[in-house]
């Protein structure tokens, strides 16, 4: 059989590969192709042939999609990410398609990054690594504030939420948290509140939630004036948390106190590849790279050697459970067999 695998960069090439050496039989005769292209109704073709799919967070899963890759054959959707907001899943569910997802990846990975923005933002390493390498030693502009007793609050109390809260704690930091869906390993850390009393009080704001109905553009005009004033910003989760015009507002007011995100909501035609040659007509993107208290990085918090090699072993773990027709514990519908778990109408899985 063969499995198309969409949007391929090198280290996709490297750790799928070696997990494939251990963990495939080879006598399955499985046939790895790569496509650097993003799956979509055009490059669906490219995929004739195939049982499987291979997709990333950007693909295009939709319900076209789905039914152009089930008439060509292809029978499994594999994401080799966690979020699964692109994929329409009630049409993968009448089409009879297996999808799975890899649920959890060194959650430490992502949070580490997230510490690692509210560290550079509040005390401007950025700008100071620039100015020492022209000679500028002034440190006008770069003051910042002790973390240590200062109130952060993380919207999402998932693996990646909780991670995130433990390394708080260890600066001292007084820990709030909004979750529908309370985790009792985050309350070893901090306290649960209502979102308005987080955004009220806190200094730092973290979102760590998935992308869903509810949850798109929580952060809006109504949310975000109710930050504390000068208050913080971070987002390495989904850029559709954040409603980009409505943060641009707060900053040009000053209300914000500044932003750093790893996601945007319109980070699927520009992420993952190099546009430094190109003109980017992206103006809400472009603004925001104006800000001088605005971070921005390309969806990179996962990126390290631990994730990549988890990722690609749930992957290939979860097309093994596929090609054996086993229960998939990371399946997210339920095929006529019922061998997969429909989660679409349970318990959102936090990030």
Known sequence: MQLAVFSTKPYDKKYLTSVRATELDISAGIEIIYHEFALSLDTVPLAKGATAVCVFVNDDVGTEVLESLHASGVRAILLRCAGYN???????????????????????????FAVSLIQTLNRNTHRAYNRVREGNFNLDGLLGRTLHGKTVGVVGTGRIGVAFARIMHGFGCHLLAYDPFENDDFKKYGTYTDLDTLLLESDFVSLHCPLMDKTRHIMNEETLSKMKKGAMLINTSRGGLIKTKAVIAALKSKHLGGLALDVYEGESTLFYNDHSGHIIDDDELMRLTTFHNVLVCGHQAFFTQEALSEIADGTIRNLCDYLHKRQCTHGLVQDQAGLTLARRDSVPIRL
């Open 86 to 112: 692109n994929v329409d899943l009630q049409t993968a569910q009448r089409l009879g398609l297996f999808v799975a997802n890899v649920p959890s990846y060194s959650p430490e990975a992502v949070a580490e």
